[in-house]
């Protein structure tokens, strides 16, 4: 048994142009301007949307998202490098904290090492195992020195490193919000 259908007036959003639809018709095409149509049924009132519009309102949302999930990333990178930036750290005497410099370990370590042949050269006048104070002071110096600039290197690195994908980061956010 067929049921009758009710043909409904719609006017195409794209032209103006008027159009007849069933109640059965969920999407249509205009056949003046060809223009691609969702056909809403409400209860009161029957209209058209263009799909056009539904699909840039869609890939606007998935940009803005893309948008969002860039920003979480650069905020994870910050959160990380904050973390392993700590580790590299330095800490005086004053317990002042410092980023670890190739300049200051040579210094540093250049001055204990001048302090450990002093007490070795004075050790060796005095006689004793005091020359052995003096060695193990040099020895402490040249650890020093090689573990300070490997720090220092490895922190320049490793900033670097953070940096180029920082601003790698950042690009792809200036990019997805332009498109």
């Known amino acids: 048994m067929l049921r009758d259908m009710k043909v409904t007036k719609v006017c195409c959003q794209g032209c103006g142009a008027d159009l007849q639809v069933d109640e059965s018709i969920r999407f249509a095409t205009c056949n003046y301007c060809h223009a691609r149509l969702e056909i809403i049924h409400d209860p009161t009132v ?16 998935a940009g803005n998202l ?3 999930e860039l920003q979480n990333d650069l905020e994870r990178l910050d959160r990380e490098w904050e973390n392993r930036r700590q580790g590299f750290m330095v ?6 904290r410092s980023v670890p410099t190739e300049a200051g370990s040579l210094i540093g370590g250049g001055i204990m090492l001048v302090m450990g042949i002093a007490a070795t050269a004075v050790g060796a006048n005095l006689g004793g195992p005091l020359p052995l104070f003096g060695l193990v002071f040099i020895g402490l110096a040249i650890y020093s020195i090689i573990n300070g ?28 919000r332009r498109n």
Do not use: C, P, W
């Open 46 to 61: 029957t209209h058209t949307r263009l799909l056009e519009d539904i699909g840039r309102t869609t890939e606007k949302m």
């Open 66 to 68: 893309r948008v969002i």
């Open 91 to 96: 800490t005086s005497k004053n317990g002042h």
């Open 149 to 176: 600039t490997s720090k220092a290197t490895g922190y320049r690195d490793a900033e670097k490193s953070f940096m180029q994908q920082r601003n790698d980061l950042i690009d792809q956010i200036d990019e997805a």
